[in-house]
């Protein structure tokens, strides 16, 4: 089944503990990025990547780092969390020049840093 | 920088009721998403709309994207508990590479 897997679902973490949330897919696809929900400021990206060893900032890069050595693999790095970061979290894909059939998204990260 | 407003923010409806969610653009659209997200999970495709006066179906659920690209409606005919979520529209940007989302639509199906 085509799919992108991100895990953990959930996580609770202390300020200042790094943590990687790790985000994979099975479709070949060239473009990967990370997104952040919080309630009434709706969806925003936090980095995206055009393929491997490609990475580039988007709205609110601030506190995270990525990386992208495989084409499958888009692991999202918080060095020292804070609780501001506290969020649900989604990594999506799709094949770059051919969004017809949308993004694919991941089911979500649950993060509480407390 | 392009905004996405969505109305309304809520709806309740009965169960059998046609329903419409709209979404309004700032800029003109070059590619409009609509999503669909049960309440904490991940988003959903539904369908991509990208020509003036495009109109999609995909079982009871339509969109149009109206002639002059800065509006989209999604249609519900005959609602079922089945739709209840939150509806998000998302849109190219002009420099491609990332969705704007709307903040939403939540939808409740009561029997």
């Known amino acids: 089944e085509a799919q992108v897997t991100q895990n953990p679902r959930y996580l609770i973490t202390v300020t200042g503990k790094k943590l990687t949330v790790t985000c994979s897919q099975n479709m070949n696809h060239e473009y990967m990025s990370w997104y952040r929900q919080d309630p009434g400021l709706g969806l925003r990206q936090i980095y995206y990547?055009?393929?491997?060893?490609?990475?580039d900032k988007g709205d609110v890069p601030e506190g995270y780092k990525v990386s992208r050595k495989e084409k499958r693999n888009f692991p999202l790095i918080l060095e020292s969390p804070s609780p501001n970061q506290t969020s649900l979290y989604f990594c999506?894909?799709?094949?770059?020049?051919?969004?017809?059939?949308?993004?694919?998204f991941g089911s979500g990260t649950r993060l509480t840093v407390v | 920088s392009q905004e996405l407003e969505q109305s309304p923010q809520s709806l309740i409806v009965q169960e059998g009721k046609n329903l419409t969610i709209n979404c309004t653009s700032s800029k003109t659209l070059y590619g409009l998403y609509w999503y669909k997200q049960k309440y904490g999970e991940g988003l959903i495709f539904l369908m991509m709309l990208q020509k003036g006066g495009e109109e999609k179906s995909h079982e009871k659920i339509t969109a149009k994207l109206d002639e002059k690209k800065q509006q989209s409606s999604l249609h519900i005919t005959a609602s079922q508990p089945s739709h209840a979520g939150i509806y998000l529209c998302g849109a190219d940007r002009d420099s491609g590479y990332a969705l704007n989302f709307g903040k939403g639509t939540s939808l409740l199906v009561t029997p």
């Open positions: 999506a894909s799709s094949p770059l020049g051919d969004t017809g059939h949308g993004y694919t």
């Open positions: 990547s055009m393929n491997v060893e490609v990475t």
